[in-house]
């Protein structure tokens, strides 16, 4: 029987790329993606396009309520969103108080009713510095616990955690995948600025690789 997986997927293009790494590994994908109030709302059209286009199973949970207690990031609240690299200290503004451990609960829950064996999420090492709930030491501990929180165990895996976002791109441009497909700014407007720190990475990314990022830009910082 093929294993199944729950890939949260934000629509970004490291959760992109770990969606097709599981199916090209050959597991059976259910997506997960969560409206909590981000200003980036647009991802969430983005994901769910790929999921339509490839009749990957999609679910889209409304978490908005919940922002009352996850308050005071930039991606959530009336806070500019810092400009600049991901290892400066103003990214720290970017956040979102115990969201990882919130979307990994529900999504074990959901692999639990879906049968899958695993919650893959897009952790990695370029998320060390700022993120604490990005760091091993939380995916080895909330994965030890959603092994044990219900009588079907459930691993929590991350496969990016050792690998910095332009290397995360290579395993995508192994696979093909198309990166216009995707939304990694977090401004939710028409074009991506390139100036915050998830624009800056990512086209330090496609820089890497010798290419330009078929996204459209207000500006390439």
Same mark, same amino acid.
């Given at each position: 029987?093929?294993?199944?997986?729950?890939?949260? &997927?934000?629509?970004?293009?490291?959760?992109?790329?770990?969606?097709?790494?599981?199916?090209?590994?050959?597991?059976?994908?259910?997506?997960?993606?969560?409206? &909590?109030?981000?200003?980036?709302?647009?991802?969430?059209?983005?994901?769910?396009?790929?999921?339509?286009?490839?009749?990957?199973?999609?679910?889209?949970?409304?978490?908005?309520?919940?922002?009352?207690?996850?308050?005071?990031?930039?991606?959530?609240?009336?806070? !500019?969103?810092?400009?600049?690299?991901?290892?400066?200290?103003?990214?720290?503004?970017?956040?979102?108080?115990?969201?990882?451990?919130?979307?990994?609960?529900?999504?074990?829950?959901?692999?639990?009713? $879906?049968?899958?064996?695993?919650?893959?999420?897009?952790?990695?090492?370029?998320?060390? !510095?700022? &993120?604490?709930?990005?760091?091993? @030491?939380?995916? @080895?501990?909330?994965?030890?616990?959603?092994?044990?929180?219900?009588?079907?165990?459930? $691993?929590?895996? !991350?496969?990016?955690?050792?690998?910095?976002?332009?290397?995360?791109?290579?395993?995508?441009?192994?696979?093909?995948?198309? &990166?216009?497909?995707?939304?990694?700014?977090?401004?939710?407007?028409?074009?991506?600025?390139?100036?915050?720190?998830?624009?800056?990475?990512?086209?330090?990314?496609?820089?890497?690789?010798?290419?330009?990022?078929?996204?459209?830009? @207000?500006?390439? !910082?």
């Amino acid at each position: 029987m093929t294993d199944t997986v729950v890939v949260i &997927y934000s629509g970004g293009m490291d959760s992109f790329t770990l969606l097709h790494l599981a199916r090209a590994r050959g597991y059976k994908v259910h997506a997960l993606s969560f409206n &909590y109030g981000q200003r980036h709302v647009r991802e969430l059209e983005a994901a769910a396009a790929v999921c339509q286009a490839e009749a990957i199973p999609h679910k889209v949970i409304d978490i908005r309520a919940m922002s009352e207690v996850m308050a005071g990031s930039s991606l959530t609240s009336d806070i !500019a969103v810092p400009e600049g690299h991901y290892q400066e200290d103003s990214m720290k503004s970017t956040v979102v108080p115990n969201r990882n451990m919130i979307l990994l609960s529900l999504a074990t829950g959901y692999a639990v009713t $879906a049968g899958a064996q695993a919650v893959w999420f897009g952790a990695h090492g370029g998320d060390h !510095a700022i &993120y604490p709930d990005c760091r091993p @030491e939380f995916i @080895e501990k909330m994965d030890a616990v959603c092994r044990v929180a219900n009588y079907q165990p459930v $691993a929590v895996e !991350a496969p990016f955690m050792a690998l910095d976002k332009g290397e995360i791109l290579g395993e995508g441009l192994k696979l093909g995948l198309d &990166y216009s497909q995707t939304w990694t700014c977090y401004n939710g407007r028409e074009l991506a600025c390139g100036r915050c720190g998830s624009c800056v990475e990512r086209l330090e990314a496609f820089a890497a690789h010798g290419l330009k990022d078929p996204l459209a830009y @207000e500006s390439r !910082a």
